[in-house]
């Protein structure tokens, strides 16, 4: 039949992705993109060293994705963790294996991926159409405003890969919600994920603690664990341990209010190890000291014991140790949804067919984070961004060969 006209609203992984398997197809693809650049939270990814994708064994990984597990994984079946690191050293840019099992770019930068992505999309025939903020649809393709009004791009087919409202100032503002909304699909509410929470410290330790790590520590709530480092901020705690508990923490404080966490400030050793260790100090030295000398505890974990149970802790080593492997921290609200890594809810499931067309808009595809699917940091995020704009451009691709 030729070539089709396709219109991808997104210049994010997604999008991209799915714009790069059209066009490979033969179709005329315009990204329309509201920012002046695409791929700005890749680029806001790689000041971290873009982490691609992870090393985890099938099954393990997909399980990070919890209730979506199902429905994501044809896709990333389709396209794995080691066919988006061919991709990468196809773009030029190799990857490796970090000691956590993330893959990373052996350059630590987005940069010269996009650069060389950019290039093979424009080869492709790829037009880009930034400054551009999708309004709706009309018979026959779809509304803009950019830099010369509001006009109507003509397309067959739409792929919409807009994000979810996380970092709304790179480009994923979350307006999306209320047109598709307006047109009968089922939108679950964004929701902040991989986000901080809120801590009421007190005036003396976030005047003298905020922006201090906590390294290789434990966060518990109810049978969830998650282990990595934290960094306490002057109004809560962030970082890839707390993260890793944020969407149950979330739902529980929606549930119920403030809820309570206990840190493992010493996950390495068991209570008795650390009795021991402190029954060996210099019965001189400050309690302080003991536990500086003793098990190593910088003086931002000491705070944390005394903002758990309060100024005098438990003299008794046994019961000082219990405290140490089990801080209790009152956890008050999630941080917004702008200042988290990632966003839950979007597109519901349901609304969904196999080759990501929407059920109620024949024609118009979703991928990306825009749907309803949440995931850890580690990788998993950019993976199924690039997984499901893969399977949203070859349902494209067979809609059009029909």
Request: glycine share 14%; net charge neutral.
């Amino acid at each position: 039949m030729g070539a089709r006209e396709v219109v991808v609203v997104g210049g994010g992984p997604a999008g991209l992705t799915a714009a790069e398997v059209i066009a490979g197809a033969g179709h005329h693809v315009t990204v329309v993109e509201r920012m002046p650049s695409i791929g700005r939270k890749l680029m806001m990814a790689g000041r971290g060293g873009l982490n691609l994708t992870h090393s985890e064994a099938g099954d393990r990984f997909l399980g990070r994705y919890g209730a979506a597990e199902a429905f994501l994984t044809p896709s990333i079946a389709a396209f794995q963790p080691n066919d988006l690191r061919d991709w990468a050293r196809g773009l030029g840019e190799e990857t490796f294996v970090g000691t956590s099992g993330r893959v990373f770019p052996c350059s630590f930068k987005a940069s010269p991926l996009l650069r060389a992505w950019a290039r093979r999309l424009a080869d492709l025939g790829v037009a880009f159409r930034t400054r551009t903020r999708w309004t709706g649809f009309t018979p026959g393709g779809v509304t803009v405003v950019g830099p010369a009004g509001e006009e109507t791009i003509v397309a067959d087919a739409v792929v919409l890969g807009l994000g979810g409202a996380s970092w709304p100032r790179l480009g994923s503002d979350g307006a999306w919600t209320s047109i598709l909304a307006a047109e009968g699909v089922e939108i679950v509410p964004l929701r902040p994920t991989n986000c901080g929470f809120t801590v009421a410290w007190s005036e003396i330790f976030r005047g003298r603690f905020e922006g201090e790590p906590l390294k290789r520590i434990a966060v518990r709530f109810a049978e969830h664990v998650s282990v990595g480092e934290a960094v306490v901020t002057s109004d809560g705690l962030e970082g890839g341990a707390i993260y890793g508990l944020s969407a149950v923490l979330r739902e529980a404080i929606a549930a119920g209010g403030a809820t309570e966490i206990r840190l493992d400030l010493k996950p390495a050793m068991d209570a008795e190890e650390i009795a021991a260790a402190l029954d060996r100090g210099r019965k001189g030295d400050s309690l302080s000291n003991r536990l500086r000398k003793g098990i190593g505890l910088p003086p931002v974990a000491v705070g944390l014991l005394r903002e758990g149970v309060g100024k005098d802790l438990p003299a008794d080593t046994t019961e000082l140790a219990r405290l140490i492997k089990a801080v209790p921290i009152r956890v008050v609200s999630a941080r917004p949804l702008e200042r988290a890594i990632s966003s839950a809810g979007g597109v519901a499931l349901g609304e969904i067919g196999p080759d990501f067309q929407l059920k109620r808009l024949p024609g118009v595809f979703v991928c990306g984070e825009m749907i309803d699917w949440e995931a850890p940091t580690g990788g998993y995020l950019l993976q199924a961004c690039f997984s499901t704009g893969r399977a949203a451009g070859r349902g494209v691709t067979r809609l059009l060969e029909t």
